[in-house]
């Protein structure tokens, strides 16, 4: 039975089903009770003690980790960022510019001007010097070229004499001579070739035919007859063999580990299997269980703290301290305001009026000791005054004046 009504999207599962739908037996009706009421009674200090801890640490969390952890983010900016910040962009970045300007100034500058007011000058000659050389280079071989090349002629007209009034007939000669001995040696060659053929043929490869066809046929067929005689009977022995093995290691092995399987093992794991499934939905329904029992009596814990601390602090607040608190504000801590206000304001008006009379003190001594300052005198000015101000009609500037 489920210690815990299913929710209303999934219909309430019968006891006598399985979730495939399969009818259950007894056993699992049996087993299913003790093992949901033992699992609760473990899992409830556990789940009242895991409760207790993420409250625990929610508490923790909020009232000292997280202050902490803002005032070490406070001090970090405070000791370390801002100064970083504050030593990047006031000594840093412009140390690195003075630094940068400088460099310009003695490398990149004096660098520019040596490449193009010394180097490229420098270049610009070698290479026209270097042109003037190979032009003249170009010339020497052009003129030592024509006249390698005639007397390249000269020698190609008398070697071509040569050969064609020399070298040819001798050639020509020595040609129909090799030709002649060439017909002789061929003549021979033919001869020792027909001699050798007819000696091979008649002394090795007849002798050889009658041995293939009258010794080495025969003995060859009968070792393949012995042979396949052989294989066939090493086959049937096999055969025999294999048959043997496999039906004593199906008598003696297959079956005795297929009747274990089928009448204990499986029986050992369908109940085991019904055991762990059990024992799963069991510590399911214990923790949500142990939670709602935590969930109460933690609610119950609450209400006890509130009813024995918190209410009789907020009573105590609300009924003593609030009136206290008001008339120590009305009888004592106002009027004590108001004559500070007053003595205040007294004291700022007696230094003003302190200030004034040094001032005019300090005045009158001047005027004692260096006489009166002379006034510098009035000057024309150029503008026009109030009453003789420009208009559309007439011109009251101080050179057009009328």
Avoid: N
């Avoid at 003695?106 to 520019?112: A, D, F, G, M, N």
């Avoid at 814990?301 to 609300?318: D, H, M, Q």
């Amino acid at each position: 039975m489920d210690l815990e009504k299913p929710p209303a999207a999934t219909p309430a599962r019968t006891p006598d089903r399985t979730p495939d739908g399969a009818p259950e037996g007894c056993l699992v009706v049996a087993v299913r009770l003790p093992v949901r009421i033992v699992v609760l009674v473990l899992v409830l200090p556990v789940r009242m003690a895991w409760d207790a801890l993420v409250v625990g640490g929610r508490f923790l969390r909020d009232t000292v980790l997280r202050p902490v952890g803002r005032g070490l983010w406070w001090l970090v900016q405070t000791l370390v960022l801002r100064p970083s910040a504050g030593l990047w962009r006031y000594v840093v970045v412009p140390v690195a510019g003075a630094l940068a300007r400088l460099a310009h100034v003695l490398l990149v500058v004096p660098v520019v001007w040596t490449y193009r007011y010394v180097l490229t000058p420098v270049g610009h000659g070698v290479g026209r010097l270097v042109l003037l050389i190979g032009t003249g280079l170009a010339w020497t071989a052009r003129v030592t070229g024509a006249g390698l090349g005639w007397a390249a002629r000269c020698a190609g007209a008398g070697l071509g004499w040569l050969y064609a009034r020399v070298l040819t007939p001798a050639g020509h000669a020595a040609g129909r001579l090799l030709r002649a001995v060439g017909g002789v040696l061929a003549a021979v060659g033919t001869g020792a070739y027909t001699v050798v053929a007819w000696l091979v043929r008649h002394l090795v490869v007849a002798p050889a035919r009658w041995i293939r066809a009258w010794i080495l046929a025969p003995a060859g067929r009968a070792v393949a007859w012995c042979a396949r005689g052989l294989w066939r009977l090493v086959e049937l022995l096999v055969t025999g063999i294999g048959l043997v093995l496999y039906w004593t290691a199906r008598i003696l092995v297959v079956l005795p580990l297929l009747a274990l399987w089928r009448w204990v093992l499986a029986p050992a794991g369908r109940f085991l299997a019904v055991v762990a499934r059990e024992v799963g939905e069991a510590l399911g329904h214990a923790w949500r269980i142990a939670g709602r029992i935590s969930l109460t009596v933690g609610r119950f814990l609450g209400t006890l703290f509130r009813w024995i601390f918190v209410e009789p602090v907020r009573w105590a607040y609300r009924t003593v301290l609030t009136p206290v608190g008001h008339a120590v504000r009305d009888a004592v801590l106002r009027p004590a305001a108001r004559a500070a206000r007053s003595v205040g304001r007294t004291a700022r008006q007696t230094l003003a009026a302190a200030r004034e009379t040094v001032r005019q003190t300090r005045a009158d001594v001047r005027r004692m000791l260096f006489g009166e300052s002379r006034r510098p005198p009035a000057v024309a000015r150029r503008e026009p005054s109030a009453d003789g101000t420009r208009t559309l009609g007439r011109s009251t500037t101080a050179l057009t004046k009328d």
